[in-house]
């Protein structure tokens, strides 16, 4: 008989992998084990040596589908064992420091969901139904091995008819971590505002369905946070929210079923795709001509609707007559999202009428993700449940334990292990004090799920007093490594990491802010990557943030700032126009630009297109990060659905530098002479995209390089992302986007990491 010992490491938990192990094992007459060993699986297999050999092409070829094996050692076993039969042995503590995988959080599966619409069956409506295949992991999870007692599942001991499928290997909820039902798992109920509870278990959910349908707001624990939920054809309901909320503008994300969704909204196969996946993300999709027939117009203002699937039984309990919710994340602006009952029903008292909760803890908050398809691919707007916090793989070397803190708006960090990425979660804001101890926290629960025993370096931002910077300097002084890397370089060497592209190259970075290597607030740059040297070679021309920070509230301040430069006092008269600010304001501003007080210098490409968005009475107050940019972008993009053309500009670039001033004038000009403002909307983003592509392209054959990309939160902007991509292809470049991370500064984490390890390799 021979024997051989296999480790496996890659999502090998909480994915039906030891299951599947034990099933091949006895299809093929082999004797041994399975054994969780934190960070990977061991196997040991007895037997023929034909039958070993088939036994090795099944574990490749058969495996689960949410399975992942990154590496299978197989190792010759000389010791002589002596096995009655193949089990599965309980998991191993371990404080080894392995790369391994905690798998992310798995929407509902077609079996689980046929069993809960299924009247005879033991689960039919119970809304935490989960399997092998299924189900909550990431949010859950403690510490590592992906066991029960590791996990909130370990409140609910398991009752004699679940523990018999949970010890059946041939069961498909054999040693499903999160496997319960009715009589031993988690309950639903409904309570008031003051906590009472009204209804439990079914009664609860048939309640809330009345309640929504009836036009009520209900705050929604789910599976790693908590929803606010409405009907989407009430006006009424949907303001109420929003004044709520304090959020005037921000689209909401809705939640509807596959069958409804071509009533509303526009979508190809890989959004499809997308959408019906385990991951379930929110899709950007357009919406379709029918779209205000279902929907308020106060729901979102774009031209676009995010939408996501059900994901968890709840979900699909919920739905009866309506064709989508209101589907947004219970979180004030920038604070993050509530996830325990008191606090739930603290923090939403006022907010939401009725609340539908249930008595499983949430260990990980974990946001929706987002997704949208630019550049003919699914790209992140948000990279959080359902992939956080599987690593993304560089093919780099790297043998530091590297700890990033990312920057401060969006913020993720990063964790790097040889040469695997992981992300948290998406965190959000971290100037606000809650935000940024979520930052900490996700850090640490990060160090722990992955088994980490010491950070080697610590990389942050430039940006002085970022939080994120103070975090990083406060290790620092405890003897890690300290390394800061400039806003857009990190972004820079996201996108190569994201690619695995790491030869010279050219890079377009524009994003909103970042702290510039001068000083100055940078976010229209160009990038020569070049023997392993970042070079600014070229960026939008400089302008004056008049007020600062209010600048990018209100954006006439910067349309005033950038026409001054044009015309002095007589733009004044234009900004007037707008009534918008008291002649004192206005007097004070004239000043403001003269002296040059509280004027800080910007290469800003978001403020550029802020600017346009004010000029053309589009965004006169910034509500949400973007805003101005993004609803810029929805009446170009509208213009261009009504009327296809052509479009020829000739942006003014002097010295790699591309001139702004004469855009926004143009654009006044334009205005003033009354073109379309849909056309002006288009003419700025084709102005910039032309511009910037222009100089990269001629630098690079300058440089002789052969590849340019794109990144940064406004290559979020599709017009401007796929107009550069054209161009840059159309001259015969490798075009660079982004595939895996996010786009913008969610993505600097990751960033932050890969630019270490380039910039310390030599
Ligand atoms: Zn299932
Ligand atoms: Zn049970």
Redesign the pocket.
């Known amino acids: 008989m021979d024997f051989i010992k296999i480790h496996v490491k890659g999502i090998v938990q909480g994915v039906g992998f030891r299951p599947f192990v034990y099933r091949i094992a006895k299809e093929n007459n082999l004797k041994g084990y399975v054994k969780n060993m934190g960070n990977y699986v061991e196997i040991v297999v007895g037997g023929k040596k034909e039958d070993i050999e088939k036994f090795i092409d099944d574990l490749k070829s058969k495996k689960p589908p949410l399975s992942k094996i990154d590496d299978l050692k197989i190792k010759l076993n000389e010791l002589k064992l002596h096995f009655d039969d193949f089990v599965i042995l309980n998991s191993e503590e371990t404080d080894r420091e392995e790369e391994g995988t905690i798998p992310a959080d798995v929407a509902i599966c077609e079996e689980c969901l046929k069993e809960m619409v299924d009247k005879n069956d033991r689960r039919y409506r119970y809304p935490f139904i989960a399997c092998t295949n299924c189900g909550p992991r990431f949010t859950v999870i403690e510490k590592v091995p992906y066991d029960r007692e590791n996990t909130s599942m370990r409140d609910f001991p ?6 018999e499928e949970y010890k059946n290997p041939l069961d498909r909820r054999f040693h499903a971590q999160a ?7 988690p309950k639903v109920f409904l309570t008031d505002e003051n906590g009472e509870v009204l209804y439990e278990k079914d009664e609860a959910i048939n309640e809330a369905i009345k309640l929504l349908e009836g036009g009520k707001i209900l705050a929604v624990k789910g599976i790693g946070g908590t929803h606010l939920v409405c009907k989407v054809n009430d006006d009424e309901v949907v303001l109420t929210l929003r004044k709520m909320l304090g959020r005037p503008s921000q689209p909401f994300a809705v939640m509807s079923k596959l069958e409804y969704l071509s009533l509303f909204a526009e979508y190809g196969d890989e959004e499809l795709e997308t959408l019906i996946s385990p991951r379930r993300p929110i899709v950007v999709l357009k919406k379709n001509d029918d779209y205000n027939k279902y929907f308020s117009k106060y729901v979102s203002n774009l031209d676009t609707i995010g939408v996501m699937l059900p994901y968890s039984g709840l979900h699909y309990l919920l739905f009866d007559k309506e064709i989508a919710y209101i589907m947004t994340s219970a979180n004030l602006p920038g604070l993050p999202m509530v996830k325990d009952n008191d606090e739930i029903l603290k923090k939403l008292k006022g907010i939401a009428d009725y609340f539908l909760l249930h008595n499983r803890r949430i260990i990980n908050r974990c946001d929706d993700s987002v997704m949208k398809k630019i550049n003919n691919r699914m790209i992140f707007l948000r990279r959080s449940r359902g992939f956080a916090p599987e690593p993304i793989e560089v093919k780099i070397n790297n043998s530091k334990n590297i700890l990033c803190v990312g920057g401060e708006l969006n913020s993720t960090a990063c964790l790097v292990k040889k040469n695997k990425f992981y992300l948290t979660q998406y965190i959000g804001n971290t100037s606000k004090y809650e935000t940024f101890c979520y930052l900490k926290d996700a850090i640490n629960n990060l160090i722990k799920i992955t088994n980490t025993n010491k950070i080697d370096v610590v990389v942050c931002d430039m940006h002085p007093l970022f939080n994120s910077t103070k975090f990083a300097e406060e290790l620092a002084s405890k003897g890690i490594e300290l390394f800061r890397i400039q806003h857009h370089h990190a972004h820079v060497f996201s996108l190569m990491g994201d690619n695995n592209y790491f030869d010279d190259c050219i890079i377009i970075a524009l994003d909103g802010v970042g702290y510039g290597l001068d000083g100055n607030i940078w976010g229209g740059e160009i990038f020569a990557w070049k023997n392993n040297e970042m070079k600014r070679i070229g960026h939008l021309e400089e302008q004056y943030q008049l007020g600062g920070d209010l600048a990018t509230k209100y954006p006439l301040r910067m349309l005033l700032g950038i026409l001054y430069k044009k015309i002095g006092e007589e733009a004044i008269d234009i900004i007037k126009e707008y009534k918008f600010f008291s002649d004192k304001e206005l007097k004070i501003f004239s000043l403001q630009l003269e002296k040059k007080i509280n004027c800080p210098i910007t290469t800003s490409c978001g403020r550029v297109l802020d600017a346009i968005s004010s000029l053309l009475s589009v965004t006169f107050e910034k509500t949400y990060d973007g805003e101005p940019a993004i609803r810029l972008e929805a009446l170009a993009s509208e213009f261009i659905k009504r009327k296809r053309i052509d479009i020829e500009v000739n942006p003014k670039i002097k010295n790699d530098i591309l001139n702004t001033t004469d855009l926004i004038y143009n654009c006044h000009e334009m205005l003033k002479n009354g073109v379309d403002r849909g056309y002006i909307a288009y003419y700025a983003h084709i102005y910039i995209a032309d511009g910037l592509s222009k100089t990269a392209i001629k630098n690079a054959e300058k440089l002789g390089i052969d590849c340019i990309g794109l990144s940064g939160g406004v290559s979020y902007n599709k017009i401007i992302s796929e107009r550069i991509r054209e161009n840059v292809e159309n001259h015969g470049f490798k075009f660079l986007y982004h595939k895996n991370v996010s786009n913008g500064d969610g993505g600097l984490s990751f960033g932050q990491g890969v630019g270490y390890i380039l910039m310390n390799s030599q």
Do not use: D, I, S
């Open positions: 398991l009752c004699e008819v679940c523990l496997t319960c039902c009715p009589k031993c798992g």
